[in-house]
């Protein structure tokens, strides 16, 4: 016999599933950030994380990530050819690179939370505030247990 509990994982688990096939969407991207169709969404969510926290070392950004610090190199070495984020020695250790956006980069972010915003306002146009506030609430709670449990 199938419990509450049952059912409420099964919706879960299909609602999440639909949720990550609808994101992988080229179409869904560049609906969200129209101005920046020549990013990978790899790069849009690395820019966004370095306006959000500001500067940041490379193992930060590989950490955070959860990739090969190689593979954070290559990133940020895109993004430096793109002229959208510059690499330079982190004073208390030489050692170390921090990641700062350039004003392109800076330019960039605005663009992308500019189209997120309207994209997510008409998406969220017909629903009460309660029910955005919930939202919110509720992806707030799951995105952290995912963190933590990942």
Do not use: Y
């Not at 070495?77 to 982190?90: P, S």
């Amino acid at each position: 016999m199938r419990t509450d509990a049952d059912e409420t994982v099964a919706d879960l688990h299909r609602l999440f599933s639909g949720l990550i096939r609808l994101a992988s969407r080229m179409r869904l991207r560049n609906a969200m950030h129209p101005s920046v169709r020549n990013l990978a969404q790899t790069d849009v969510w690395l820019l966004s994380h370095l306006a959000a926290t500001g500067p940041a070392r490379m193992s930060a950004l590989a950490e955070w990530q959860a990739v090969d610090p190689s593979t954070m190199t290559a990133q940020v070495k895109h993004l430096e050819r793109a002229g959208l984020a510059r690499r330079h020695t982190d004073p208390t250790d030489r050692r170390a690179s921090i990641v700062t956006l350039t004003k392109e980069g800076e330019t960039v972010c605005d663009e992308i939370r500019r189209g997120a915003s309207a994209f997510f306002a008409d998406l969220l146009s017909g629903w009460t505030p309660e029910q955005r506030r919930e939202l919110i609430e509720s992806m707030t709670r799951l995105s952290a247990a995912l963190e933590e449990h990942l």
